[in-house]
């Protein structure tokens, strides 16, 4: 006579969690694991074939990097400064693009949206080619001010979309009260109206820095090798094989882009993502 085998909800659930363990555990190794190996480079001092850890850990990589003729300093002295630079040229032109786009009732408004995509329609190395051609024949071409101009083109599509989603989630009766009560247009706008903003303009400027820190294509074809940046000290060490310091550069671009991406996650709220493309 058999009997009747019955799982509880507690024997269940448990069975349950041992799939779901092991999707969540492939996801890790997935995302953390080529994180960990980047770590691993930056510390070895020997590392070869077939084993799988460094026969060797030390730090001499770090000061062939950080050494005078390492080049990361400059490098990242330089990215820093066009990063900031291009949030700054971005910002200017967005914020009364992005209030305008929200406030005004523009013909082909979505049209106009679109047309800040149109850098990113096309591939970047046919672009870059002939804006190095006509930066070299009117001097901007190994210019800081030259690559500024080339990531602000690619930083305006995050810089004006944000920005109108932001003022899109501002509630015009309020800047119309404070004129109702007296308050000049620009009064309005700078005591109302862009301190609520604010938290989207601020995810938009951090977009823009992250887009502008990692460009690697403008920065080559417009600031090398007069310029020199962190993507491109990147690119050098990894195609000549030094991967300890193609890894220590990438750790130097990974840090600043975990700290602001949390940043984001405080000040980019959904009631601003839900405006973006309205």
């Known amino acids: 006579m058999m009997r009747n085998i019955s799982f509880g909800g507690g024997a269940w659930s448990t069975l349950w969690w041992i799939p779901r363990g092991i999707i969540f555990g492939l996801l890790a190794f997935f995302i953390f694991g080529p994180l960990f190996n980047l770590v691993l480079w930056t510390v070895a001092e020997k590392w070869y074939f077939p084993h799988s850890l460094p026969l060797q850990y030390g730090f001499s990589y770090w000061e062939k990097v950080f050494a005078p003729r390492g080049g990361a300093i400059e490098s990242l002295t330089n990215s820093l400064i066009v990063a ?15 209030y305008a786009l929200a406030r005004l009732k523009l013909p082909f408004r979505s049209l106009i949206l679109l047309a800040f995509l149109i850098p990113q329609a096309f591939p970047n ?22 690559v500024v101009l080339v990531h602000v083109s690619h930083g305006l599509v995050y810089a004006v979309w944000i920005a109108t989603a932001a003022f899109s989630a501002v509630d015009p009766e309020l800047e119309q009260a404070a004129r109702n ?3 000049a247009p620009m009064r309005a706008f700078f005591d109302v109206t862009l301190p609520l903003a604010a938290p989207g303009l601020m995810a938009s400027a951090i977009f823009v820095f992250l887009e502008s820190l990692d460009e690697f294509t403008g920065s080559y074809f417009v600031g090398a090798p007069d310029v020199n940046m962190l993507p491109l000290l990147l690119y050098t060490a990894g195609s000549g094989g030094n991967y300890q310091i193609a890894s220590i550069t990438a750790l130097l671009l990974l840090v600043p882009s975990l700290i602001f991406m949390m940043v984001v996650e405080r000040f980019l709220k959904a009631d601003v993502l839900s405006k973006v493309g309205h």
Request: charge should be neutral; glycine fraction near 12%; hydrophobic fraction near 55%.
């Open 181 to 183: 009560i007296g308050a």
């Open 84 to 98: 900031v630079l291009t949030v700054v040229v971005s910002l200017l032109l967005a914020i009364p693009t992005g």
């Open 125 to 146: 190395l046919t672009v870059y080619v002939n804006i190095a051609r006509i930066f070299y024949e009117i001097g901007l071409n190994g210019t800081v001010p030259g």
